[in-house]
């Protein structure tokens, strides 16, 4: 009997040996790339000013991390921990603020009037109600997408004419910009040659990063808190974006915020962190490529305002691919 059952286990490893007994759904590592646990994380943002906590919008781990994350350091500093996202734009502050004051406004209203991304339920739901019953403070910290199609389509004299700083919803004019930052240069090298973006796509970009560190730095200098935030990775992986943005408002007062960084990235192997993923973040945390995804598509694609009656002849005969160009998807809703 235990012949065949050892011929039986070895028959197995032939027949599955690409298959380990163990899947783990996601591996943490340091930046440069030794390994770490969950528990080191929550540590490290415990004594942070500001955490960053770059996401994949369509993984459910992360989500689930990002949760987890929350959880560990309201027990660790109660209600000195302040909660925001670029999921929420910064004109939705007054619902978000009736909603998890539990003031006002109903679940239901609330979930029809603000400006929610396709995923809110399964994904960014679990965090508000964790602030809301434990009442703590939800920030609003993205650029309203309006007024980044404005700079997408026409850069940042575009909001000369909104007069934009008087509204309160984005960072004050000008934002620092740097062209030549890897994050922004990238984007240009992406799109170069593409109708109506380049530079203008990266000074969007710029935006909604500025505008994020400006509402960060207002909701955590001012007071003893501790402020976790959410982002799409690209926004503050390698310190660049959003971290590089409140590191020039931070030299121009006398604040010095300690600030971590988490990234998720995918690998097809989960042992051991690629080298080109070293170095993203404080701690990376590695999930399977092959990771269930929560939607199929991007909410939080940049989408141009609708063009006026000068602007649509330019736009429609520029927006024409040239022969051998890759025409770039455009979603005109701007809402």
């Given amino acids: ?3 065949t059952l050892l011929i039986g286990l070895l028959l197995a490893g032939f027949i599955f040996p690409g298959f380990s007994s163990d899947k783990p759904a996601y591996k943490v590592f340091t930046t440069k790339g030794k390994s770490a646990d969950f528990s080191d994380i929550v540590k490290s943002a415990s004594s942070s000013d500001m955490i960053f906590f770059g996401e994949l919008h369509d993984n459910s781990i992360c989500h689930w991390l990002e949760l987890q994350l929350a959880k560990g350091l309201l027990q660790v500093k109660g209600k000195s921990l302040v ?3 670029e999921m929420f734009e910064t004109d939705n502050q ?11 406004i109903r679940k239901k209203d609330f979930d029809a009037e603000a400006k929610l991304w ?3 339920k399964t994904d960014y739901s679990p965090l508000v109600e964790l602030a809301r019953e434990n009442k703590l403070r939800f920030v609003a910290t993205s ?15 575009g909001l000369t004419n909104i007069l934009a700083n008087e509204r309160g919803l984005m960072a004050p004019q000008p934002i620092p910009f740097d062209s030549t930052l890897g994050c922004y240069k990238n984007i240009m090298e992406a799109v170069k040659g593409a109708p109506h973006m380049g530079a203008n796509l990266a000074k969007a970009q710029a935006m909604k990063d500025a ?4 509402f960060l730095i207002k909701n955590t200098l001012m007071d003893s808190t501790i402020f976790l935030h959410f982002n799409g990775a690209y926004h503050s992986e390698n310190y660049e974006g959003v971290v590089w943005m409140v590191q020039q408002y931070v030299l121009r ?8 960084t988490i990234t998720c990235v995918e690998q097809d192997e989960l042992n051991d962190l690629e080298k080109s993923n070293k170095g993203k973040a404080d701690f990376i945390i590695v999930i399977p490529s092959d990771m269930t995804k929560t939607y199929a598509t991007d909410p939080a694609f940049m989408a141009p305002p609708k063009p006026s009656a000068d602007d649509k002849k330019e736009k429609e005969t520029s927006l024409k691919p040239k022969a051998g160009q890759q025409q770039v998807a455009v979603d005109d809703d701007d809402d």
């Fill in 1 to 3: 009997m235990k012949k």
């Fill in 83 to 85: 909660i925001g996202a």
């Fill in 94 to 104: 007054l619902l978000l603020n009736e909603y998890v004051t539990r003031q006002i």
């Fill in 118 to 120: 396709p995923n809110y």
């Fill in 143 to 157: 650029i309203p997408r309006r007024f980044a199609a404005i700079v997408n389509l026409k850069g940042f004299d």
């Fill in 211 to 214: 505008t994020m560190a400006w």
């Fill in 253 to 260: 007062g006398n604040t010095s915020p300690k600030i971590m």
